[in-house]
């Protein structure tokens, strides 16, 4: 199974970015859906996450700008980003939590380059 994260560019600040990701291959049941992101220098920190299921999460930098959600019956999730800040500049991740037929394995995505400048 890999995932694939696109949409990713450059943007102007307050600009808007729609980042997806998509799964190839079977994942039997999905726990959760997620994206990160890592800026220069610094750890990976989650920006999301959609348990199946469940209530979302987000950052507290990001809320009120970002927005999650998955397409019912497609292994697919969005990251749909308003607002954006230079602060956002970072490599976005996407993220499957999911069954691989013996148990619960986290799957990445390669990553999509978001840059926030003028």
């Known amino acids: 199974v890999q995932l694939q994260a696109s949409g990713g560019g450059l943007v102007q600040p307050g600009g808007s970015l729609r980042l997806s990701c998509a799964a190839s291959?079977?994942?039997?049941?999905?726990?959760?859906m997620g994206w990160y992101r890592q800026a220069p220098g610094k750890q990976r920190e989650l920006v999301a996450s959609l348990p199946s299921g469940g209530s979302t999460n987000y950052a507290d930098s990001v809320k009120g700008r970002f927005t999650i959600f998955r397409v019912s019956a497609q292994n697919k999730v969005y990251l749909q980003m308003n607002g954006l800040k230079p602060e956002d500049t970072a490599v976005y991740y996407c993220?499957?939590?999911?069954?691989?037929?013996?148990?619960?394995?986290?799957?990445w995505g390669r990553g999509t380059l978001v840059t926030v400048s003028s």
């Open positions: 291959g079977i994942i039997f049941s999905i726990r959760a």
């Open positions: 993220n499957f939590n999911g069954w691989n037929g013996e148990t619960y394995v986290d799957y």
